[in-house]
């Protein structure tokens, strides 16, 4: 009832929203307008990382070679456009560090749990919305002072994105001191925004459900995201912590990781991957929560197995706890603590599984439309199958030390991080696009950037496990240093330019996106013709979400029913009267 | 197209690596027909058409099942088929007894390969060492301590498919033999600061009467400094 109260003094926000232009759009505590601000925010970022990707191609592609515009670069960076080594590793440290914390993470749970968890569930806004708008301006300064790195003496951090000690403790090491401190502080700055969603978005989901909206009738994007808040709000905390002793290592000379002091540069590792396993499926578990709404939409079907696919969920969160130590394989790590998170890790494979054949069960005999959004959320099965199933060969310990470092893994986290949780987020911008700005996307165009993402996306990261199976290691300026990777070189040139299609097939994406925020087609309430709660609520939505608080008498995924002739039934309306079926 | 594979194994454990390598090709690559394909043939023969309506299913508990067990099985399966090969290779204790020591140091960017001399004990008189070269006698075991002076490397031998990082303040244990005689690479494969990319070394496997030769040539010189011993010697310019 107290929902419903909150929900009735919303609406009067809504009908008479006097708040001045800097509440309402730029310091706004409502999660849509958040939502917003996250995606402008991460889209940036995203494409940021696609620049540095770029660069790193290039280098790759065509050693020492001077870029195009060989005047306009820093002679720090590349003088005469010829990228120096330690440009190289701060490039790969800063399109790992970008992507990861500043484009993936905030675009599936800045985005996607903003402003998707009060619509879906049929809240009036978050549990805390001005911890909320912190969440969001927090973000700010992080990546101000992570861009910062590049602009300072020595250059931005190069110790990897995985930040590995004691290059990263000792300044003397890579020559970025400061650029390593501003990595440290931003991170620290980002893990406060990122507790301030997950309490967030926990205490949201938990609290704040509409009458008759259960557990088991949340969609599935909920139950990722829900999930997801739980990792990170565990998670990232560990990363804080880490960073701080990193952080004090390089600036008040502790020895935390410094061997010669005492130190375990060891301890870094483990730190960082009990934050970085669970983190890897911060950045998949909104996706497959997204993919499988955009799935069983498209398919017309509800989902398969709905309850598994809740449980399975579950699972990969409970076992990427357990897992951390096979980053950690070859690290000295001991060999019989392998064995243990082989095993493990080796379990992720059956929710994983699970969710891969529930989306085929979901697709089996529906009625598939090919709109722009179900043709990512299909990417995004097809796409994340390869990525779980490189993963195996990894997770084998003795086939593990061959590839472990090498391009093999550098293909993995990209089908999984690209081919998943990207497509997924493509899907899911084209989908709610309508939602969040009262403008249709072109479909025709979405269409052409699908298909060549699609394509040129393969033809940039398929032969990356080629690459790997030759023992081309990661992170290496110059192959042509060695002998065994120079008959690789036309393939490494292959990739380079694939990459470079890969970039310049976002264009249709950025043109869609900004030529339909101001020109396209006005949205229904319900384009989709889905079931979610979002869809009862005019696009975009009031300030409050909702004219009065929805009831819910059934789960999301209540399309095609026998007893109907519309293939799709909203979460707000009742089910049709009872009447004996019989099969 | 050669080159689109392993290099050809050197080493005594690496074709039980490949096999184990393309067991799990053929394993992934079976769910990966089937996914993929599957997934082709939904898409076209449930595709939209006019007049018609998917069908309301729920779920399959037996589909469940099935899918959930055979994965399982097939990752113990996996599991405990890795782990001997495993332990053979990276458990300290299972090194081979009559395996020759080598010290291996590794430092931005650049290996130092300290040698046992002829008694094949280290710490005795006829120790001699090199720089970024390793030399070694075919079918020979070898036992490598690693070391690390200031970062984290990786011991990288693609052909040996020996990889194991040299961690600074550990001292970590390696071993291999060389079943193929010839000059090979050796990589870091570890991040470790802007010359990583050149912190390579050559590696010989040698006859016995090759290495023979070659040790001679290493040990006859009285001086010091051809023998390029000392640790700091040879710091490439950051």
Same mark, same amino acid.
């Given at each position: ?9 919303h ?13 309402k ?25 696609g ?34 080594p ?55 300064p ?7 790195g ?35 502080l ?7 925004s990122?507790l301030?969603g ?51 290592d ?21 730190l ?24 069983a ?12 696919m ?12 357990v ?12 060999p ?15 929710p ?12 089996w ?7 722009t ?17 490189s ?15 090498t ?14 949780s990207l ?24 269409k052409?950037h ?7 996306y ?52 950025i ?14 309430i319900?384009?989709w ?5 979002e ?28 007893d ?20 | ?6 290099p ?20 992934t690559g079976?769910?990966f ?6 997934? =082709?043939?939904?898409? /076209?023969?449930?595709?939209? #058409?006019?007049g018609?309506? @998917? $069908? ?22 996996l ?32 290996w ?21 070269? =390793?030399?070694?006698? /075919?079918?020979?075991?070898? #036992?490598?301590?690693?070391? @690390? $002076? ?35 690479e ?26 023979a ?11 010091p ?14």
């Amino acid at each position: 009832m107290t929902t419903a109260g909150v929900a009735a003094e919303h609406l009067e926000h809504a009908l008479h929203d006097d708040r001045p232009f800097i509440r309402k759009y730029v310091f706004s505590t409502d999660h849509k307008i958040i939502g917003i601000q996250f995606l402008f925010l991460s889209l940036f970022f995203l494409l940021v990382g696609g620049v540095l990707a770029m660069v790193i191609r290039w280098q790759l592609g065509f050693p020492g070679k001077a870029m195009p515009l060989p005047g306009a670069w820093p002679s720090t960076m590349a003088p005469d456009g010829v990228v120096l080594p330690e440009f190289y590793t701060a490039l790969v440290t800063m399109h790992g560090t970008f992507m990861v914390f500043f484009a993936i993470m905030p675009l599936l749970v800045g985005v996607f749990a903003n402003y998707l968890i009060p619509l879906k569930i049929g809240a009036p806004d978050m549990a805390f919305p001005r911890l909320n708008m912190w969440s969001f301006w927090l973000m700010i300064p992080a990546g101000a002072l992570m861009v910062a790195g590049f602009f300072v003496e020595g250059g931005a951090a190069s110790s990897g994105w995985t930040g590995y000690a004691p290059l990263s403790a000792n300044p003397e090491y890579t020559g970025a001191t400061y650029g390593q401190q501003l990595w440290c502080l931003s991170l620290i700055v980002f893990a406060l925004s990122s507790l301030l969603g997950s309490v967030n978005y926990i205490t949201t989901v938990v609290n704040l459900r509409a009458p008759g909206m259960t557990w088991f009738r949340l969609p599935l994007s909920i139950w990722a995201l829900f999930i997801t808040a739980i990792l990170a709000l565990l998670a990232v905390p560990i990363l804080a912590g880490a960073l701080i002793m990193l952080l004090f290592d390089v600036v008040l000379h502790t020895n935390f990781f410094l061997p010669a002091g005492g130190g375990q540069p060891l301890m870094w590792q483990h730190l960082f991957w009990f934050f970085g396993h669970p983190e890897v499926y911060i950045l998949i578990l909104p996706a497959m929560g997204i993919a499988s709404d955009l799935i069983a939409n498209g398919s017309r079907k509800p989902i398969f197995g709905y309850h598994s696919m809740v449980y399975a969920i579950c699972g990969i969160a409970f076992l990427g706890w357990v897992v951390w130590g096979h980053h950690m394989f070859q690290s000295g790590m001991n060999p019989r603590l392998g064995t243990t998170f082989m095993v493990s890790t080796m379990f992720i494979a059956v929710p994983s599984a699970i969710k891969v054949f529930n989306w085929m069960g979901t697709m089996w005999r529906g009625n598939i439309h090919f709109t722009t959004p179900m043709l990512n959320g299909i990417a995004f099965v097809a796409m994340f199958t390869i990525g779980g199933l490189s993963g195996i060969f990894m997770a084998a310990t003795p086939a593990d030390m061959y590839i472990h470092d090498t391009y093999y893994i550098v293909a993995h986290i990209h089908y999984v991080l690209f081919g998943g949780s990207l497509f997924a987020i493509f899907g899911g911008i084209y989908f709610w696009f309508p939602k969040m700005f009262g403008k249709m996307m072109s479909e025709r165009l979405g269409k052409i950037h699908f298909a060549l993402t699609f394509v040129a996306y393969n033809l940039t990261f398929f032969p990356m496990h080629i690459l790997g199976i030759g023992g081309h290691m990661r992170r290496i300026y110059d192959p042509s240093q060695y002998e065994f990777l120079r008959p690789l070189q036309p393939m490494n040139e292959f990739i380079s330019l694939s990459a470079f299609a890969l970039f310049i097939s976002q264009l249709p994406f950025i043109w869609n996106f900004f030529h339909s925020l101001f020109w396209g087609k006005k949205a229904d309430i319900n384009p989709w013709h889905d079931n979610g709660l979002e869809w009862t609520a005019p696009s975009p939505p009031p300030h409050g979400n909702f004219e009065t608080t929805p009831t819910v008498y059934h789960g999301p995924y209540e399309f095609s029913r026998p007893d109907m002739e519309q293939d799709y039934l909203p979460q707000n309306q009742p089910l049709p009267a009872p009447q004996p079926v019989a099969h | 197209m050669q080159h689109w594979w392993f290099p050809t194994s050197a080493s005594s454990y690496g074709a039980e690596l490949d096999n184990l390598f393309v067991l799990i090709l053929y394993i992934t690559g079976a769910v990966f027909v089937i996914v993929e394909v599957g997934l =082709l043939v939904f898409l /076209v023969k449930y595709r939209k #058409r006019e007049g018609r309506k @998917a $069908e309301y299913i729920e779920g399959n508990t037996t589909a469940e099942i099935v899918w959930t067990t055979i994965p399982a099985v097939v990752c113990v399966f996996l599991g405990l088929f890795s782990q001997p090969l495993w332990s053979r290779i990276k458990d300290p204790a299972r090194i081979p007894a009559d395996a020759i020591p080598l010290e291996v140091t590794a430092k931005q960017f650049e290996w130092h390969f300290g040698y046992p001399g002829p008694d094949g004990q280290q710490g005795t008189a006829d120790d001699y060492g090199k720089r970024n070269e =390793l030399h070694v006698v /075919v079918n020979q075991n070898y #036992r490598v301590r690693l070391q @690390a $002076e200031d970062v984290i490397h990786s011991f990288f031998i693609p052909v040996f498919r020996l990889k194991q990082d040299a961690v600074p303040g550990m001292q970590i244990m390696a071993w291999f033999r060389p079943t193929r005689t010839g000059q090979f690479e050796l990589a870091c494969a570890e991040l470790c600061g802007l010359g990583h990319y050149r912190m390579r070394a050559r590696v010989f496997v040698h006859t016995p009467e090759e290495f023979a030769a070659w040790q001679a040539s290493q040990i006859a010189p009285t001086t010091p400094a051809a023998s390029d011993t000392t640790a700091s010697s040879g710091r490439t310019a950051r």
